[in-house]
């Protein structure tokens, strides 16, 4: 699959990896690739997780967002992550259309809490502008 085929999935195609998805393997897999992945993969995957807190958002919504994650938190992926430069192409495509579908749950609140924590990795001067455009 290449990364055109990755950006044109559709929700039922990130569904299918929710089985893959629980809180502790998320936060593992941040602290494990945070460095490696960059500060647009973890700002998008952290924007999602706050997203997912929230009880008002709907089930089918929490279902694209369990299934992102779950792909994020996959240890083989469709670009193996090990690939230096484009490892990380398609789980940032894949969280990015799960933002799209969530885009009116995440607010000032979940941004700041995911900002707040991508600081503390990668220092205060992040640039979480390319994310935050995709989010209207």
Do not use: C
Not at 80 to 99: E, K, M, N
Not at 113 to 132: M, N
């Amino acid at each position: 699959m290449n990364k055109n085929e990755v950006k044109n999935m559709d929700e039922q195609d990130i569904q299918k990896h929710q089985k893959h998805y629980s809180d502790n393997k998320l936060w593992e897999k941040i602290r494990r690739v945070a460095k490696k992945a960059g500060v647009s993969v973890i700002y998008a995957a952290l924007l999602l997780y706050y997203t997912l807190q929230k009880p008002e958002v709907p089930n089918k919504v929490r279902a694209t967002i369990i299934g992102a994650l779950g792909y994020f938190i996959l240890p083989i992926d469709l670009i193996p992550d090990a690939f230096v430069g484009i490892g990380y192409v398609d789980d940032i495509a894949i969280l990015v259309t799960a933002i799209y579908q969530a885009t009116g749950y995440i607010d000032e609140g979940v941004k700041s809490k995911a900002r707040k924590k991508v600081e503390i990795w990668f220092g205060e001067d992040v640039d979480t502008s390319e994310i935050d455009a995709k989010i209207k």
